[in-house]
């Protein structure tokens, strides 16, 4: 099959499959169009729009893994002289990879939404979103060109507004959503003019044609300045990813997204959307090879959301949040490994921790279904024995997701940590620090979640619990004690009553538990062999020769087995055994010890409660800023220059003149007889020195 051309028509299914569900649950059943079909057709209809996308995909992969490509336009949008926008797919590794994984999750996701959601009256919309997210995400990853890339990145944005605010009776969840789009608005700024700057000087929107000027790019600087063009172009294109992969300091809108239900939680926001920057950055390797300035903010920015992001999630109560600021911290690591040039590990982080993150904010809405929508972890305990097989999965996410031994968190996660350590670039020593110090703390929150859930003493169904929850809830605030008082009546219908009993989730809820389970555990030894160290990604990510964390991975390496035999030996091993181990006793042994750090180090509890402030920060100086600058536009140039003087004034004026004229409007006939001989004296004095002599 090498060298053979993949079928566009198969291609352009797989995207417009998913269109064709959200158009159908969408349409025909909402009120839009008079709710034409019920419930079953519209998850029926999108379900089997995913599934016929993922089959597709898996066939894709497979044929692209026998050699066979596509890079072509599909359809021609428009031409503006030399320039051309169109809608194409360039079909390769990475691109077949991630097609694979969108619609994965995506399938899994629409199954476990039929259980969740389903006594909400917005079921059918919700699979409408779901399925239209799934065709933004693929139209995405499957783009060859900069036109159809900005399209499926805003596309992805718009439906995760809409997902975040799907509750919109709520005015938290209106707040997050909005949130959530302004900052993306910031990151998206940057992104479009990174597109510009090689659009201006590239002459072209085609990836392709851009790599091909790359050594030419390379020599320019931007105008005005000494600044190489192509490093402001890439770290503008970064400043995008910032926003969609919630790199600091535009994180902000990650956590509190998890106001929306918590199956888009899985789908956006741990498994596909906020990769999509990781994903963008690794297509442009070509380009970012050529800057070690851009590289090296990459990896400084994606250092500090690794560890920093960590150590929020080491106080959260609310069991998604745990889920989601875990999500930044291995963004972190993802964005690290860009920075350290090995793209191909970046992107082989982003497959396993999207199988294994989906995997715990699932468990942690079956976890929610069974606490009847109670989310604060203090609330349960001991749930192990009556939901077992969300226990024993939500085990597996968690030992991959601290890098255990032979899951398949461990070979993306201490690839990540080994590329680091070959890396010389500028910030590596603090890259290298926040990486390993990354381990103790995400086994630490990971595991102080689990023990607190699944083990000890049984905490619910008391009358004074704490007051966290998902779903059908007005307003609430999910990560500050302060509250709990005050939120106390509106939670009351949530949690387990007094003698009630935790439950297992239905099958349509435990089965995607099961099928990202396996993932989870076997998908980083099968194939890091290929992905890291084979040809896998050959042609499609490129490496400089300055840069040899990859030649320094693929040297060491010996097996997938022997990686991990060696991994038992290695610092980080010792450190995700230390922080669970940190965790058990604290949590289950001697739970004086929490209270002990809290009583004596409580200015660092408060700042982390805060989340370093940054949103009251971001709320004073930019919203404030924004405000200010706002009431003094509309003082001043609404109300005075606009209103006061054109508006107003101009009619100020005109009623002068006219009360001027008004007084010389007599209705007497020879007040103007009189005027008229003085109009014709006038002309005769005007005209009387070109009278010919005579």
């Known amino acids: 099959m090498a060298g053979q051309l993949l079928n566009p028509n198969l291609l352009l299914a797989v995207p417009l499959a998913p269109l064709a569900g959200a158009a159908i649950a969408g349409l025909l059943g909402t009120q839009f169009l008079g709710n034409l079909v019920g419930r079953k057709t519209s998850h029926t209809a999108t379900i089997l729009g995913v599934l016929i996308a993922f089959i597709l995909s898996m066939q894709t992969l497979l044929a692209v893994m026998d050699g066979a490509t596509f890079n072509g336009t599909i359809y021609n949008w428009m031409t503006i002289g030399s320039l051309k926008m169109e809608v194409g797919f360039q079909i390769d590794s990475l691109s077949a990879m991630m097609m694979c994984v969108v619609t994965f999750v995506s399938l899994m996701v629409h199954i476990y939404t039929i259980g969740y959601m389903k006594d909400d009256e917005g079921y059918n919309r919700f699979f409408a979103y779901i399925s239209l997210f799934t065709f933004s995400m693929l139209m995405l990853v499957m783009a060859n060109n900069f036109l159809q890339l900005f399209f499926g990145w805003e596309a992805v944005g718009l439906v995760s507004y809409l997902l975040i605010g799907f509750w919109y009776q709520r005015p938290t969840a209106i707040v997050a959503n909005m949130k959530a789009f302004l900052v993306n608005r910031v990151g998206d700024f940057g992104f479009i003019l990174g597109i510009g700057l090689l659009l201006a000087y590239g002459q072209s929107l085609d990836y392709q044609e851009i790599f091909a000027k790359k050594e030419a790019l390379s020599t320019l600087t931007l105008p005005g300045t000494d600044w190489a063009l192509l490093t402001v172009a890439c770290i503008c294109l970064f400043i995008g990813a910032m926003g969609k992969s919630a790199q600091f300091p535009l994180h902000v809108w990650l956590p509190d997204s998890m106001e929306g239900p918590t199956p888009i939680s899985a789908l956006i926001h741990a498994a596909t959307m906020v990769t999509a920057g990781i994903f963008m950055v690794s297509r442009m390797s070509p380009l970012f090879e050529l800057s070690d300035t851009a590289l090296s903010f990459i990896l400084v920015i994606g250092s500090i959301t690794a560890l920093f992001m960590g150590f929020l999630g080491m106080i959260q109560n609310d069991i998604k949040r745990v889920v989601a600021y875990s999500t930044l911290s291995q963004l972190g690591y993802m964005t690290v490994a860009l920075g350290s040039s090995a793209y191909s590990v970046a992107v082989f982080h982003l497959m396993t921790h999207a199988f294994f993150k989906a995997l715990l904010f699932l468990g942690a809405g079956s976890v929610i279904i069974g606490m009847h929508h109670d989310q604060d972890i203090r609330n349960m305990g001991g749930l192990r024995k009556y939901m077992p097989i969300t226990w024993i999965t939500s085990l597996v996410g968690s030992l991959a997701l601290i890098g255990t031994p032979l899951f398949s968190g461990f070979y993306s996660k201490d690839s990540i940590i080994e590329a680091v350590e070959a890396t010389h670039i500028w910030g590596a020593g603090f890259a290298q620090f926040a990486v390993l110090a990354g381990v103790f703390v995400t086994a630490f929150y990971s595991f102080r979640m689990y023990f607190l859930v699944f083990h000890g003493k049984e905490r619910f169904g008391q009358a004074h619990a704490h007051g966290h929850d998902d ?20 939670h009351a219908h949530h949690g387990l009553e007094p003698g009630q009993k935790p439950h297992e989730s239905p099958f349509v809820v435990w089965f995607p538990l099961v099928m990202l389970a396996i993932p989870s555990l076997l998908i980083g ?14 042609g499609v990510i490129f490496v400089g020769e300055n840069h040899p964390a990859m030649e320094e991975l693929s040297h060491e390496f010996h097996g997938a087995m022997a990686m991990a035999i060696h991994g038992l030996s290695t610092a980080p091993f010792w450190l995700a055994l230390s922080g669970v181990v940190a965790a058990y006793y604290c949590y289950m042994v001697n739970p004086r010890v929490p209270a002990w750090f809290f009583a004596k180090f409580h ?22 800023g924004a405000r200010l600058l706002g009431n003094g536009l509309w003082n ?19 009623a002068w003149l006219s009360s001027l004229s008004r007084g010389l409007q007599t209705g007497y006939i020879y007040h103007y007889a009189f005027v008229m001989i003085l109009g014709v004296l006038g002309f005769l004095i005007y005209f009387l020195p070109f009278w010919p002599a005579k």
């Open 471 to 490: 779903h059908h809830a007005p307003a609430a605030k999910h990560d500050s004690d302060a509250h709990d008082e005050e939120e106390e009546d509106d």
């Open 525 to 538: 030894y099968l194939t890091i062999g290929p992905m890291l160290h084979g040809d896998f990604f050959k």
């Open 603 to 624: 200015a660092i509890h408060t700042l982390l409660d805060n989340k370093y402030y940054l949103d009251k920060f971001n709320e004073v100086v930019f919203a404030g």
């Open 636 to 654: 001043f140039g609404d109300k005075k220059l606009i209103d006061g003087l054109l508006v107003n004034g101009s009619a100020k004026v005109v």
